[in-house]
């Protein structure tokens, strides 16, 4: 059974940081593409972050490029996301996704596993 798992949410101050980590297991995921999106209360998903399938090539969405960092291991079959500079527009269930394709995209509709998704919220 394939899972993916998330962690490394929680509650910290604005301007503060969190490093998300998702673990994938039931498979290997080196050979596919990996993506972060987020939900707001209120609001539909949204695209955040993605890496394709070797690590070489990275995306972002416009609202967190600069602050944020994707990276894979795929020694350890898990994916990161390093958030710094948080801000309250942030606050989000930040979910973690694998595609059956090497390449990336920033629709939610072509990545075919999901985790259950982690908390973060950004205090002002």
């Known amino acids: 059974q394939v899972q993916l798992v998330e962690s490394g949410g929680g509650l910290v101050q604005a301007g503060g940081s969190l490093r998300l980590s998702c673990a994938a297991s039931?498979?290997?995921?080196?050979?596919?593409?990996m993506g972060w999106f987020r939900q707001a209360p209120g609001k539909d998903r949204e695209f955040v972050a993605s890496v394709n399938w070797s690590g070489a090539y990275t995306y972002y969405a416009t609202s967190v490029k600069g602050r944020f960092t994707i990276s894979r291991d795929i020694t350890r079959n898990t994916v990161y996301l390093q958030m710094n500079s948080l801000k309250p527009e942030d606050t989000a269930v930040y979910y973690c996704?694998?595609?059956?394709?090497?390449?990336?995209?920033?629709?939610?509709?072509?990545?075919?596993?999901w985790g259950q998704g982690t908390q973060v919220t950004v205090s002002s």
């Open positions: 039931g498979r290997t995921f080196s050979n596919n593409a």
């Open positions: 996704a694998a595609r059956q394709s090497q390449f990336t995209t920033s629709s939610p509709g072509n990545y075919d596993y």
